[in-house]
C-alpha cells in the first residue's frame, strides 16, 4: 500500500514538472544612458551622487576652466577694439582733420610761393656776379623740397576729403568677422567644461571625481532614464508562437492590485541559455526568450520591481 502511495506522488510530481508555466516573469528596467565628458580638463565639482534623482539641463559635473576664461576675456578685448577701429572708418574723417589737412596745403603753397623768389632772386644774383654758383644751387634744392611737400599736402586733402578705401574698410569688417568667430569658438569650449543631464533620471553610478583629469568621451556617470522603464520578461518557448512585437498586454507588478498596459517592443530571435541545436526534443521547452515591454505611466517605477504577464 505504502509503495502504491509513493509510486502515486512520484506520477503526480512528475505530471506537474511537466506542465508548461501559466506567467512569464522578470523586472522592471529603465534604459541607462552614458554621462560623457566632451572636454579635456581637471573635475573641479561634481554635484550629485549616486542614486540621485537629476532634472534635464541640471549642472553634473564642472572642470577647469581658468585657462579658456582668459582667451576669452584676450580676445573679446582685440574685439572691442576692432569694432572701434572699424565704426571710425566707417564714419570718415572728421571736421577738424579735414581742416587740418587744409591748413597744411596752404602752409605748403606759402612756402612753395617763398622757395621759388628766393631761387629766382639768387638767379639774378648770380648773374650779376654778386653771388656763388653754391648759393643758386642751394636756392633750387629748397624750391624741389617745398615742391614735394606741397604735393604731400594736396594728397593729405584729398584723402582726408575722400575718406577710407573701401578695400580697407572690407579688411577692417573681416577682421571683426574673425575675432566674432574665435570669440563663439572660445564660449563653445567653455561651455564643454560642464556637463549637465540630458535628460530627466536617476544616478546610475558615478565614475568619476573631483580632482580626476578626464579626456573627451570619458564616461562620467551613467543615468537611469525616468520616462523609459519597461518590463524585461523571459517568454517560455512554448509561448513564443502567440507573442509578436506592437502586442498590447496586462503586466503585473509585485505589490500592486492593478496591472499596467504594456507593449511588446523586443523578442530575442535567440535563447537566452542554451541553443536550441544542442538540446533534444523534451528539453526545448525549457527554453525562454528575452522579451522587452515597455510600460505606460511608468515614471514612478521603481528599478528591480518583479512583474509577471499571464501567458494564452
Given amino acids: 500500500m505504502r509503495k502504491l502511495l509513493l509510486l502515486s506522488m512520484v506520477i503526480a510530481l512528475c505530471a506537474c514538472q511537466g506542465q508548461e508555466p501559466k506567467a512569464a516573469f522578470g523586472t522592471v528596467e529603465r534604459e541607462v544612458v552614458l554621462v560623457t565628458a566632451a572636454a579635456d580638463g581637471l573635475i573641479t565639482d561634481v554635484t550629485v551622487k549616486k542614486g540621485e534623482q537629476v532634472t534635464a539641463g541640471q549642472l553634473l559635473v564642472q572642470q577647469e576652466t581658468t585657462e579658456q576664461r582668459l582667451l576669452l576675456a584676450q580676445v573679446q578685448a582685440e574685439l572691442a577694439a576692432a569694432q572701434a577701429k572699424l565704426e571710425l572708418m566707417q564714419l570718415g574723417s572728421r571736421t577738424e582733420q579735414r581742416e587740418l589737412a587744409k591748413a597744411n596745403l596752404a602752409r605748403a603753397e606759402a612756402k612753395l610761393v617763398d622757395a621759388r623768389l628766393t631761387q629766382r632772386r639768387q638767379a639774378e644774383l648770380l648773374a650779376q656776379q654778386l653771388n656763388s654758383q653754391s648759393a643758386v644751387q642751394q636756392a633750387?634744392?629748397?624750391?624741389?623740397?617745398?615742391?614735394?611737400?606741397?604735393?604731400?599736402?594736396?594728397?593729405?586733402?584729398?584723402?582726408?576729403?575722400?575718406?577710407?578705401?573701401?578695400?580697407?574698410?572690407?579688411?577692417?569688417?573681416?577682421?571683426?568677422?574673425?575675432?566674432?568667430?574665435?570669440?563663439?569658438?572660445?564660449?563653445?569650449?567653455?561651455?564643454?567644461?560642464?556637463?549637465?543631464?540630458?535628460?530627466?533620471?536617476?544616478?546610475?553610478?558615478?565614475?568619476?571625481?573631483?580632482?580626476?583629469?578626464?579626456?573627451?568621451?570619458?564616461?562620467?556617470?551613467?543615468?537611469?532614464?525616468?520616462?523609459?522603464?519597461?518590463?524585461?520578461?523571459?517568454?517560455?518557448?512554448?509561448?513564443?508562437?502567440?507573442?509578436?512585437?506592437?502586442?498590447?498586454?496586462?503586466?503585473?507588478?509585485?505589490?500592486?492590485?492593478?496591472?499596467?498596459?504594456?507593449?511588446?517592443?523586443?523578442?530575442?530571435?535567440?535563447?537566452?541559455?542554451?541553443?536550441?541545436?544542442?538540446?533534444?526534443?523534451?528539453?526545448?521547452?525549457?527554453?525562454?526568450?528575452l522579451t522587452e515591454i515597455s510600460l505606460t505611466d511608468s515614471k514612478d517605477l521603481i528599478s528591480g520591481t518583479p512583474v509577471r504577464v499571464e501567458l494564452p
Avoid at 201 to 216: A, F, K, S, T
Fill in 140 to 289: 633750387d634744392a629748397a624750391l624741389a623740397v617745398a615742391l614735394a611737400e606741397q604735393r604731400a599736402a594736396q594728397q593729405q586733402l584729398a584723402e582726408t576729403l575722400a575718406g577710407n578705401r573701401q578695400q580697407d574698410i572690407e579688411q577692417a569688417s573681416w577682421q571683426v568677422a574673425q575675432l566674432k568667430a574665435r570669440e563663439e569658438q572660445l564660449q563653445w569650449q567653455l561651455q564643454q567644461s560642464s556637463t549637465y543631464a540630458g535628460r530627466d533620471g536617476v544616478i546610475d553610478d558615478v565614475l568619476r571625481y573631483q580632482g580626476e583629469r578626464v579626456q573627451p568621451g570619458s564616461t562620467l556617470m551613467t543615468l537611469a532614464v525616468s520616462d523609459t522603464a519597461y518590463a524585461r520578461v523571459y517568454l517560455p518557448a512554448s509561448a513564443i508562437a502567440h507573442w509578436q512585437v506592437g502586442q498590447q498586454l496586462s503586466v503585473w507588478l509585485q505589490g500592486r492590485e492593478t496591472a499596467l498596459s504594456g507593449t511588446v517592443r523586443y523578442i530575442s530571435a535567440e535563447a537566452a541559455f542554451t541553443p536550441h541545436f544542442a538540446l533534444h526534443q523534451q528539453e526545448r521547452s525549457r527554453l525562454v526568450y
